[in-house]
Every structure is written in structure tokens, then in C-alpha cells.
Antibody, heavy 117, light 107 residues
Framework: EVQLVESGGGLVQPGRSLKLSCAAS????????MAWVRQAPTKGLEWVAS????????YYRDSVKGRFTISRDNAKSTLYLQMDSLRSEDTATYYC??????????WGQGVMVTVSS | DIQMTQSPASLSASLEEIVTITCQAS??????LAWYQQKPGKSPQLLIY???SLADGVPSRFSGSRSGTQYSLKISRLQVEDIGIYYC?????????FGAGTKLELK
């Protein structure tokens, strides 16, 4: 059974940093692209970033480019999202997803990130 | 960016009724279209990928179709467990954009 378990969320002040983790199990992690998708409170879904199976290439939406870094450790079957210079508009539930040809076939339970002073 | 215009924004339907939700892409995305269901308080679940392919474990009453740049999700016989919000998503080019969602309720 595929499982994706996020951690690392919380309340953070604007301008500060936070790092999310996603522990994957139930599939061969190193064979799959992975992605982060977020959902602001009561809002729709927004793709944030994707990473290739090797970690050699990464892709970001413009609003997070230069502030967020997606990475992975295939030996640990873990996906990361380093979020720097956080803004209030980054407040959302962040989902770790398995990226299958740019659609998302498995989702974690989500982790809440609140950016507020 | 590719815009995905989803309609209707909300929909009220009866059990066993046929339900159709549509999504219009702002440019050609081929079959690079996915549909998701999000039940209240839960994570989204993939229903359809490649515009018409059913994801693993999804009931056969769900189906997807395409006509040019218009895509449709059809639920052939609405069940109680189908209540939630449905999103389309284009997988053609970054940023991978979602529709605004359709909230499906029971009449």
C-alpha cells in the first residue's frame, strides 16, 4: 500500500523558514517523480513544485521560485520542501504527492503551514 | 499559464442521477487532463488521468471524455459517497493548473 506521510508544518513568522518532509513507503520511491501541491484555507488546489526521480531536475511555480527548494533522498525514501522567506500567502495545507506524468496519483494527508506574525 | 475554466461551480443532484462536470482549457492540452475528487476533510484522490483513463480502484460509474479543449467528467449513477469537490487539472505544461472546483451536493 502506497503511503505518504508529511511532517514539519506549523506556525511561522513572515520572512522565516520551514522545512517539510514526506516519508514514502509501499512503492519504489526512486522510480517516481514527486511533487508538492498546496491548498489555502477554503481555496482550491495549487501545484507548487516537482522533482524528477533522480533529483536531477526540479520545477517550480513562479510565485515560489527562488524561495522554495524541492529535494529528495532516495536512500531514505523521503521528499523535502525547504521554504524560505515565507509570506502570508504561503499559508496552506501542503500535500506530498506522487507525480505520474504530471498528474498526481497518490496524496499524503497534508500538513498545515501558517505564516503569521 | 494555461487556464482551466470549470463549470458549474456547484451542483445539487439526486441519488442515481447522471452528473456531468466540464472543464475548458485555454489552449490545446491534448489528453493531458486529470480529474480529482476531494471529500470533506480529506486529501484529493485521482479519478481520471489522460482525459479518459480510470485510476486504480475508482468505480466504473466515473468516466472522462474530451471534445477539443473541453473535457467532461460524468458520474453515471450518483451515490452518497460521491459527495465532495471535484477538480480538473492540466498536465500538459508547467505550471500545472487546476480548475476552481465543482462542489457536488445531494438534493
Amino acid at each position: 500500500e502506497v503511503q505518504l506521510v508529511e511532517s514539519g508544518g506549523g506556525l511561522v513568522q513572515p520572512g522565516r523558514s520551514l522545512k517539510l518532509s514526506c516519508a514514502a513507503s509501499g512503492f519504489t520511491f526512486s522510480n517516481y517523480y514527486m511533487a508538492w501541491v498546496r491548498q489555502a484555507p477554503t481555496k482550491g488546489l495549487e501545484w507548487v513544485a516537482s522533482i524528477t526521480n533522480s533529483g536531477g531536475s526540479t520545477y517550480y511555480r513562479d510565485s515560489v521560485k527562488g524561495r522554495f527548494t524541492i529535494s529528495r533522498d532516495n536512500a531514505k525514501s523521503t521528499l523535502y520542501l525547504q521554504m524560505d522567506s515565507l509570506r502570508s500567502e504561503d499559508t496552506a495545507t501542503y500535500y506530498c504527492t506522487r507525480d505520474e506524468e504530471w498528474s498526481f496519483d497518490y496524496w499524503g494527508q497534508g500538513v498545515m503551514v501558517t505564516v503569521s506574525s | 499559464d494555461i487556464q482551466m475554466t470549470q463549470s458549474p461551480a456547484s451542483l445539487s443532484a439526486s441519488l442515481e442521477e447522471i452528473v456531468t462536470i466540464t472543464c475548458q482549457a485555454s489552449q490545446d492540452i491534448g489528453n493531458w487532463l486529470a480529474w480529482y475528487q476531494q471529500k470533506p476533510g480529506k486529501s484529493p484522490q485521482l479519478l481520471i488521468y489522460g482525459a479518459t483513463s480510470l485510476a486504480d480502484g475508482v468505480p466504473s460509474r466515473f468516466s472522462g471524455s474530451r471534445s477539443g479543449t473541453q473535457y467532461s467528467l460524468k458520474i453515471s449513477r450518483l451515490q452518497v459517497e460521491d459527495i465532495g469537490i471535484y477538480y480538473c487539472q492540466q498536465a500538459s505544461s508547467a505550471p500545472y493548473t487546476f480548475g476552481a472546483g465543482t462542489k457536488l451536493e445531494l438534493k
